[in-house]
């Protein structure tokens, strides 16, 4: 049986090897960890053992894909997915595995002893725990990707509204980034919004967005070349001082867009054009 | 053999495409369109496209082609009701037919080739403007 001796170790030394195991993690931490955490990663640690024992104890062999180490991936999973949660580094996260192999390997070497059997025992004890580290690695950068994902859709759901601001004026505050997925999106909304309120005329406010590209600015150009088509009215407003630098220093052309500097500004010419006017009921009293 | 109809509104016409255009309808389409302009001595032209889905360049052209010739016999041509998607395509496609004036509906379209009419006319008196 080639992994006895691995095992026997495990078994024999379960406690000692923890300990080490324990102040060595708490070493590459780099802080201190407070008692919870301590306690946690301790708890962790000491099924961890438990389980690769089991699973050498199966004669399971370097392959981590086989069903003996099945638990021994679940936990993986699952303790990899909640530091990913919790903000731990990926160094952190792989060393949690790698850090093991310091006190393991003295407690092969020592229940050996120099020989043969030594380095190929060691090596089988290296390949399990490599591969054990880098499954952790995978799982705790799928979480990470999940998470980004996620927040990707959250931002693409909350940050395209389109507000109605008068009879026939509709107004479209972009806040973030503008991006072609984001821009399909927004465009589209839009589109739909003028169709479904007869509106003639759309502001797209651009005070939200920090920073105009060429890219950007020739999806802007679309949205209202698309609008057009359909017989509504673009304005475009809120452009910041350097972003009005900025298209000029590209050489975008905006000459056939209504741009105005405030949504205000927009506000006042859109309602000129539905032939609205705005007076004051009376003179402001004197302050 | 197939048409697609033009009707007679006031001093305006109104065509709906409804149907798949394909060649020769468009060709039939522009013969009977330039035929009434000038026997009815109509001002503007409607062409309603909200019932279309779908839209490729060879509409486009199309419709940018019927708009010039109106022109020339001096009749104006608004496109109206293009749906959302339509219009991205078209925009897609680079193709945002600057020359031709559009309208959300068929009612919107109407007020604005009457206004401009008003206006070049200038017996308006409202002060409505070209826009």
């Known amino acids: ?287 | 053999m197939e048409r697609i109809p033009i009707l007679k509104m006031g001093e305006f016409l109104l065509v709906t495409i409804q149907v798949d255009m394909h060649d020769q309808l468009a060709l039939t389409l522009q013969d009977d369109l330039t035929e009434k302009i000038v026997k009815w001595h109509a001002h503007g032209v409607l062409i309603d496209i909200s019932a279309l889905e779908m839209v490729d360049s060879f509409i486009g052209r199309m419709l940018s082609n019927i708009a010039n010739m109106a022109r020339l016999l001096d009749a104006e041509t608004v496109v109206v009701g293009m749906q959302p998607s339509v219009a991205i395509t078209l925009v897609e496609l680079g193709m945002p037919m600057k020359g031709i004036r559009t309208a959300l509906d068929v009612e919107k379209g109407m007020g604005a080739l009457q206004a401009s009419l008003n206006a070049s006319r200038n017996v308006g008196g409202d002060g409505s403007t070209d826009f």
């Open chain 1, 1 to 287: 049986m080639p992994h006895n001796r691995l095992q026997e170790v495990l078994q024999k030394h379960e406690d000692s090897l923890l300990k080490d195991w324990l102040a060595l993690q708490a070493a590459t931490a780099g802080r201190r960890p407070s008692a919870a955490e301590e306690q946690k990663s301790a708890a962790q640690s000491r099924e961890f053992l438990a389980t690769l024992r089991q699973a050498t104890e199966q004669g399971a062999g370097g392959d981590i894909a086989r069903p003996e180490w099945a638990s021994a991936r679940e936990f993986l999973n699952a303790v990899s997915a909640a530091r990913a949660k919790s903000g731990s580094t990926p160094t952190q996260t792989a060393m949690f595995i790698f850090s093991l192999k310091e006190p393991l390997f003295q407690r092969l070497r020592q229940e050996i002893g120099d020989g043969p059997e030594l380095s190929s025992e060691l090596w089988n004890a290296t390949t399990i725990l490599d591969r054990l580290g880098l499954y952790t690695m995978e799982s705790f950068s799928r979480t990470r990707e999940e998470v980004i994902s996620r927040q990707q859709q959250e931002l693409l759901e909350l940050s395209t509204p389109v507000v109605r601001l008068w009879d026939n004026v509709l107004a479209l505050p972009l806040i973030g980034t503008l991006d072609s997925a984001r821009t399909q999106i927004v465009m589209q909304n839009l589109l739909e919004a003028i169709v479904e309120t007869r509106s003639d005329i759309a502001v797209i406010d651009i005070t939200g967005v920090p920073t105009v590209d060429t890219l950007v600015a020739q999806h802007l150009l679309k949205t209202v070349a698309a609008a057009r088509l359909m017989g509504a009215d673009c304005i475009i407003s809120g452009i910041r001082p350097q972003i009005a630098q900025t298209i000029i220093h590209l050489g975008v052309n905006l000459q056939d867009v209504i741009t105005k500097a405030t949504l205000a500004d927009a506000f006042a010419i859109a309602l000129q054009r539905t032939g609205y006017t705005i007076s004051r009921r009376a003179a402001p009293a004197a302050r």
